[in-house]
């Protein structure tokens, strides 16, 4: 196995930032992640905040270096490998390609990440935030997940409840945090689509496409559609999509915040909360297209920071920070970041 020193990581994180790597290596099946460890054995004794595993770097800020060694994933492979009357059932290697994953399942006619399309990353970090777009999260149609113990260099299963998805979260980045590689992930996938297009933009993008016969196709084209027209292409402009969660307050506050701004917009959720919208609440704060030196708060969609070049993660960061204050200092509402702060 190969074991390099001192890389750079600016091409492997969409983010662009220039952090290194004191070690780095990749692998592309357990044997090999195996023998990485112990290779690496007397710096991973403990919980190994000095190891890190990186997939596509789609939804992390580097910060300083990587005193440590970073992990690059590529298992690949992807197969069906059981079908019912009305499902299929398909297994990905967690250093697979997300998107790509969705353009197998089109092929196929197999129905459920239609919604999905275009979701930069791999198949290894969808259900560490339970990846989410248009309506669908990946705890809809996700089966069950091998994963690395690495302490006990085991081989764990889990199953939907054992990964307590929740809105962005699984048990991977709270209880288990840093404890386990993610191998292979099974999706559990329609045969007959039930179509999913409540969210106006689709109904209003399928209309412009003048799709005349719904079809997983034609949903996913729509959110190609969308997505390319709003988000910033990282290949050209650094970021990680959203930087930060919708915010969910309590129905008292939110009729609070109604009678002084009556244009915020609230989702009602089941358990009686509001659901925010971060970029609503940002852009009031005067952060859409706000730019210094490199960092910047995109100028089409408040939730996105983006580096239009050179920026460091602290600056990335620093900017982060005063957006968060910013909103609690208008709204009272405490936004949490979504992408992963290294
Ligand atoms: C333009 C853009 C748009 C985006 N839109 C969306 C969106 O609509 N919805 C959404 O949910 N997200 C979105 N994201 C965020 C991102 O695409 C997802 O979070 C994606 O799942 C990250 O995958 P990755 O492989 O790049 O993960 P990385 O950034 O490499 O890693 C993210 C975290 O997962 C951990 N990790 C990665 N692989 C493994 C593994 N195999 N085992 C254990 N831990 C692992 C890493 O250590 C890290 O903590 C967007 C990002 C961008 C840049």
Same mark, same amino acid.
């Given at each position: ?12 994180? +969409? ?5 290194? @790597? ?11 992640? #195996? ?10 004794? =403990? ?10 770097? &789609?939804?992390?800020?580097? +910060?300083?270096?990587?005193?440590? +060694? ?33 353009? !197998? ?48 260099? $085991?081989? #764990? ?36 689509? /039930?179509?999913?297009?409540? !969210? ?50 309590? !129905?008292?506050?939110?009729? $609070? ?17 509001? $659901? ?29 920071? #983006? ?6 993660? &602290? ?5 982060? =920070? @005063? ?9 009272? /509402? ?9």
């Amino acid at each position: 196995m190969n074991i390099e020193t001192n890389v750079s990581l600016k091409q492997l994180n +969409t983010f662009g930032i220039d952090a290194y @790597a004191k070690q780095f290596a990749k692998f592309t099946n357990i044997d090999q992640l #195996v023998e990485l460890f112990e290779l690496l054995k007397p710096q991973t004794s =403990s919980l190994k905040p000095q190891t890190f595993i990186l997939g596509g770097g &789609s939804n992390i800020l580097f +910060t300083k270096n990587v005193d440590g +060694t970073v992990l690059k994933n590529e298992i690949s492979g992807i197969e069906k490998i059981d079908e019912d009357n009305d499902h299929v059932y398909i297994k990905a290697g967690a250093g697979e390609n997300w998107h790509r994953f969705v353009l !197998y399942c089109l092929e196929n006619n197999y129905a459920g990440v239609e919604n999905l399309a275009l979701i930069p990353g791999s198949i290894g970090a969808s259900p560490m935030q339970n990846i989410g777009a248009y309506g669908v999260e990946i705890k809809d149609v996700f089966h069950s997940l091998e994963a690395f113990h690495i302490d006990d260099k $085991k081989t #764990v299963q889990f199953n939907k409840a054992d990964c307590a998805f929740g809105y962005r979260e699984s048990v991977f980045k709270n209880k288990y945090k840093h404890q386990f590689i993610i191998l292979s992930v099974i999706y559990k996938l329609a045969k007959k689509p /039930v179509f999913n297009t409540s !969210y106006g933009a689709i109904e209003a993008e399928l209309e412009k496409m003048k799709v005349k016969e719904l079809s997983i196709q034609s949903i996913a084209q729509a959110v190609i559609n969308i997505r390319s027209s709003k988000l910033p292409d990282p290949k050209l402009i650094g970021n990680a999509g959203s930087f930060f969660k919708n915010p969910e307050i309590d !129905y008292d506050h939110f009729e $609070k915040l109604k009678n002084d701004f009556p244009a915020i917009v609230g989702y009602k959720l089941e358990n009686g909360h509001v $659901k925010l919208a971060a970029g609503w609440l940002i852009e009031q704060c005067g952060w859409k297209g706000y730019r210094k030196g490199d960092a910047g708060c995109h100028e089409k969609q408040a939730l996105v920071l #983006v580096n239009y070049g050179n920026a460091s993660g &602290s600056e990335i960061y620093n900017l982060s =920070s @005063a957006i968060l204050d910013s909103v609690y200092d208008k709204f009272k /509402v405490q936004l949490e970041r979504e992408v992963n702060i290294i």
